[in-house]
């Protein structure tokens, strides 16, 4: 197998996408619904993330101004208003952040937060909402047991919700107010409280990725190499993309992606080559572009040396 | 059956009781009634009525409320006309001779009171007038002469503005209730100090508190027990947040009502417990409402009426009621109110109150998020006048102007002007503190300003000599120095200044703090019309988290931080 490009776009794996941003671009609500209904409910919120990013305009506002209790809107207007707001504040460190851009970051926030606690306060059980509450919960900075306590209304709305799993991991990692033992045991927890072969060994992979990045070394393999840190990401790897019962489901290709980024890192070709054939030219964006700006280079580097290596089981 | 007549000009309302009989005499005057400098006149009226009584071999006080003022006593019909009768003979002949002595007590009293979270909600709703008053100590007391006690006793105690009630077989027949004539008065005013609602701060360590100005009545009081059920449910049995989780109903006036919600939490617990107190408001305001909820809080309320009315229990809350202006129907049609709430009513409820609502959030956390403005802590402009500069912190002044004083600094601005100030304490080495009916506070030490003094001459010779209340030397050692920057430092070191004046911003509060009482920081939920216990699971952490919590709070909050 000699994979040429790099497929970023989610649509690719997923085709309810395409359908989804078609209805979108027609402004065709019920076009919308009909494909985020159709969804599971891990993959309903990847959706509505990935939708709130697209050119919509003000169509999330206008389709929940007609119906606010509609909660699929609502999630969508929150997602669109948090997404809007954080294209704003850029993804920088808060130190060459403006106090403008924080201002107006933070008014976005506000404003997706009256549609979400209204949305929560009428549907409790919509894991999206969840989702998008995790995001306004670390942009406003309501602090670790406010956000502790919706990611557990979410648990409860859908116990192994992958979107919001990977957001409240977010929230752990020490630049936002966690600490990294906490989040390495939660990671840990929440891919054992999981069936096996499902996609939540990835969080313990992402763990992983957030501290060697949080580390800030000149060389980020040093961290990956650690016995102990190869160990526990076998473990995650032997219990998701290893497994036998492991599918390509929604959310797939962003488990293998990641874990072939840390095995590639980490200089382990034999781990990470079978990752990268299974992924043929699909990959993930996050969590590369934490290596550079350019993620398609930087995934073709990694990508060619470690099939070169001819480890491909 | 709640039986009305007339004895001597005062109404009476009689009903049966199950036990001992008893009775109450209620006047319509409490704490909002007060200006602040004569802060604590009703409370000491009640102690010089009731100390002639002195050790009598039954069971008699008084309590001075917000509103209303009542003495009440158990005991056999004798008793209760003995009681009642001297009660009038007493407030119209006040025993002058103890006024120091009861002042005394009424100190002491203060010192061993718990302090209430509804207070600080009152505060900061009201300002320091009618009802925010509570909120502040009596420091009027050193100030109240035996002319300000007849005035206030004329005013408020009289047939007019009295209500007795008496549970029991009948009403004693010697009861002649001998008061003077005079007339009913209106229930005191609901100042805002708000600009916007929904408002919130930062109040006391380990509590969530809120409170909403609602039209009174039983959807209100239906909403109010909801919430209680449903934070009850959410916060302490779902989440293991809050041990205890309360609301609380209480008539203000003749057409609205005060309802708060209190529930406490450990302190990493806080955020989570705002987070949801937020989410369980927002529940009801959009309508997902139990209907089961709705009928087992309208069962419960419904027994509860049903047994209050057998026991004589409603008798004085109907006192209040008659001396308020509100009407007080047969128990049938308030059982048939209470019967016809529904979830629809709960709603509009909720909304109502979400409106209005004040919301406290623990120290270093906020409502902001939730769409909670944040209540002013500074004032908006400052006097035109001469400054005197600060000895310790550089940039900071006090400006005196013929119209009031401003403390103006980097990071605070505080004016009280004196056509709008409730008081004026002062002491003999020169101190001076003024606050503002918004709730500002202006507090000057001269020694910590160049001329410090000729400010305080000036203020004195400006302000209104009414506002001042003198106060009793303060133990020299007190009396703060300051503690001039050194120059060198003055600039190259700006890491080390904010340290220290922020030693000094918290020894200036925690002497406020301690002083004065204000919120000494274990809360309780203490309300003047419930039983509610205290919160047992603050009360362990007593007086260490107080004071750390006390001067957190005063430090953020702004208003006394001046």
């Known amino acids: 197998m000699n994979p040429g490009d790099v497929v970023l776009d989610p649509a690719a794996a997923h085709p309810e996408l395409t359908t989804l941003r078609d209805a979108l671009a027609r402004r065709d609500w019920w076009g919308c619904r009909a494909v985020l209904d159709g969804a599971t409910p891990g993959?309903?919120?990847?959706?509505?993330?990935?939708?709130?990013?697209?050119?919509?305009g003000d169509f999330a506002q206008a389709v929940w101004e007609a119906d606010a209790r509609d909660n699929t809107a609502a999630a969508l207007l929150g997602l669109r208003l948090i997404h809007t707001g954080w294209e704003i504040r850029s993804a920088a460190r808060a130190q060459y952040v403006s106090r403008d851009q924080f201002e107006r970051f933070h008014d976005y926030l506000r404003r997706a937060e009256a549609v979400l606690i209204d949305a929560t306060a009428r549907q409790p059980r919509d894991p999206a909402l969840w989702v998008a509450r995790l995001l306004t919960a670390r942009g406003l900075s309501v602090g670790q047991a406010e956000t502790r306590r919706r990611y557990d209304r979410l648990a409860a709305a859908d116990p192994h919700h992958l979107p919001g799993q990977l957001q409240y991991l977010q929230s752990l990692c020490p630049k936002w107010g966690g600490s990294w033992e906490r989040l390495h045991s939660w990671a840990r927890e929440s891919m054992l409280a999981a069936p096996p072969g499902a996609l939540q060994g990835r969080l313990v992979a992402e763990a992983h990725v957030e501290h060697m990045i949080g580390l800030e070394q000149t060389d980020p393999?040093?961290?990956?190499?650690?016995?102990?840190?190869?160990?526990?990401?076998?473990?995650?790897?032997?219990?998701?993309?290893?497994?036998?019962d492991f599918r390509r489901e929604p959310g797939w290709v962003g488990a293998a992606s990641t874990f072939a980024m840390v095995f590639a890192v980490g200089r382990d070709h034999a781990a990470s080559a079978p990752l990268f054939a299974m992924l043929g030219d699909l990959a993930a964006e996050h969590p590369w572009r934490y290596l550079e700006d350019d993620v398609v280079s930087t995934i073709k580097r990694y990508r060619r040396a470690a099939l070169a290596s001819g480890a491909v089981r | 059956m709640i039986a009305r007549s007339e004895i001597g000009g005062v109404p009476v309302l009689h009903g049966p009781t199950t036990g001992p009989a008893r009775a109450g005499l209620v006047f319509r005057v409490g704490m909002a009634d007060e200006p602040m400098t004569r802060r604590g006149i009703t409370h000491l009226v009640e102690h010089l009525a009731l100390s002639p009584l002195g050790l009598a071999d039954f069971h008699y006080n008084g309590s001075t409320g917000t509103q209303f003022t009542s003495f009440h006593m158990t005991g056999t019909p004798d008793e209760l006309a003995?009681?009642?009768?001297?009660?009038?003979?007493?407030?119209?002949?006040?025993?002058?001779?103890?006024?120091?002595?009861?002042r005394d007590i009424l100190r002491a009293e203060a010192h061993s009171r718990s302090h209430s979270a509804h207070e600080p909600l009152a505060l900061w709703r009201h300002g320091a007038r009618d009802h925010g008053v509570l909120a502040y100590p009596e420091w009027g007391l050193a100030a109240i002469t035996p002319d300000d006690l007849r005035y206030?006793?004329?005013?408020?105690?009289?047939?007019?503005?009295?209500?007795?009630?008496?549970?029991?077989?009948?009403?004693?027949?010697?009861?002649?209730?001998?008061?003077?004539?005079?007339?009913?008065?209106?229930?005191?005013?609901?100042?805002?100090?708000?600009?916007?609602?929904?408002?919130?701060?930062?109040?006391?360590?380990g509590v969530v508190g809120w409170s909403a100005v609602v039209g009174a009545g039983p959807a209100a009081v239906v909403f109010a027990d909801v919430l209680e059920r449903t934070m009850f449910r959410t916060l302490r049995q779902e989440a293991g947040l809050s041990y205890a989780a309360n609301t609380n109903y209480h008539p203000m006036g003749t057409g609205t009502a005060l309802v708060t919600a209190l529930a406490d939490c450990l302190p990493d617990k806080q955020g989570a417990v705002l987070g949801g107190f937020v989410d369980e408001l927002a529940a009801l305001r959009v309508g997902r409402i139990d209907p089961a909820d709705v009928q087992a809080v309208i069962r419960k309320r419904h027994e509860a009426m049903l047994l209050a009315e057998q026991q004589g229990d409603r008798l004085p809350e109907q006192a209040r009621a008659l001396l308020a202006g509100r009407d007080i129907p047969p128990i049938e049609a308030e059982l048939a109110a209470l019967a016809a709430v529904t979830p629809d009513d709960v709603t509009a409820l909720a909304q109502q109150a979400y409106a209005t609502g004040l919301l406290m959030t623990p120290p270093e956390t906020t409502?902001?998020?939730?769409?909670?403005?944040?209540?002013?802590?500074?004032?908006?402009?400052?006097?035109?006048?001469?400054?005197?500069?600060?000895?310790?912190?550089?940039?900071?002044?006090?400006?005196?102007?013929?119209?009031?004083?401003s403390l103006a600094g980097d990071d605070r601005r505080a004016t009280v002007r004196f056509d709008d100030c409730a008081i004026v304490r002062a002491?003999?080495?020169?101190?001076?503190?003024?606050?503002?009916?918004?709730?500002?506070?202006?507090?000057?030490?001269?020694?910590?300003?160049?001329?410090?003094?000729h400010a305080v001459a000036w203020i004195d010779t400006h302000c209104p000599p009414a506002l001042r209340v003198d106060e009793a030397a303060r133990d020299p050692r007190a009396i703060p120095r300051p503690e001039p920057e050194p120059v060198a430092h003055s600039r190259v070191a700006p890491a080390v200044e904010p340290e220290r004046r922020q030693i000094r911003a918290t020894s200036v509060l925690m002497t406020i703090?301690?002083?004065?009482?204000?919120?000494?920081?274990?809360?309780?939920?203490?309300?003047?019309?419930?039983?509610?216990?205290?919160?047992?699971?603050?009360?362990?952490?007593?007086?260490?988290?107080?004071?750390?919590?006390?001067?957190?709070?005063?430090?953020?909050?702004?208003?006394?931080?001046?």
Do not use: K
Not at chain 2, 82 to 100: I, K, S, T
Not at chain 2, 432 to 449: A, F, K, S
């Open chain 2, 152 to 205: 206030w006793v004329a005013r408020y105690f009289t047939r007019d503005n009295a209500v007795l009630w008496v549970a029991g077989d009948q009403v004693p027949v010697g009861i002649r209730l001998p008061l003077p004539g005079g007339t009913r008065q209106p229930s005191p005013a609901q100042s805002s100090a708000l600009p916007v609602t929904p408002a919130c701060f930062a109040g006391p360590d």
């Open chain 2, 427 to 453: 002491w003999p080495h020169g101190a001076r503190m003024l606050i503002g009916h918004d709730g500002v506070v202006v507090n000057i030490e001269p020694t910590l300003y160049r001329d410090g003094h």
């Open chain 1, 221 to 244: 393999a040093a961290y990956l190499t650690d016995a102990t840190v190869r160990e526990e990401l076998y473990e995650a790897a032997h219990r998701s993309v290893w497994h036998p």
């Open chain 1, 43 to 56: 993959a309903r919120s990847g959706l509505l993330h990935w939708a709130a990013e697209e050119e919509i």
């Open chain 2, 82 to 102: 003995g009681f009642v009768d001297g009660v009038c003979a007493a407030l119209h002949d006040l025993p002058l001779h103890r006024l120091d002595t009861e």
């Open chain 2, 367 to 405: 409502g902001t998020w939730a769409g909670f403005t944040a209540a002013p802590t500074a004032s908006e402009t400052v006097v035109t006048g001469t400054p005197y500069a600060s000895l310790e912190e550089p940039g900071t002044h006090l400006i005196v102007a013929a119209d009031g004083v």
């Open chain 2, 513 to 562: 703090f301690l002083i004065s009482g204000v919120i000494r920081g274990i809360i309780a939920v203490r309300d003047e019309f419930s039983e509610d216990g205290p919160i047992a699971g603050l009360l362990t952490a007593g007086v260490v988290i107080a004071v750390i919590g006390g001067s957190l709070l005063w430090r953020y909050r702004g208003r006394f931080l001046a």
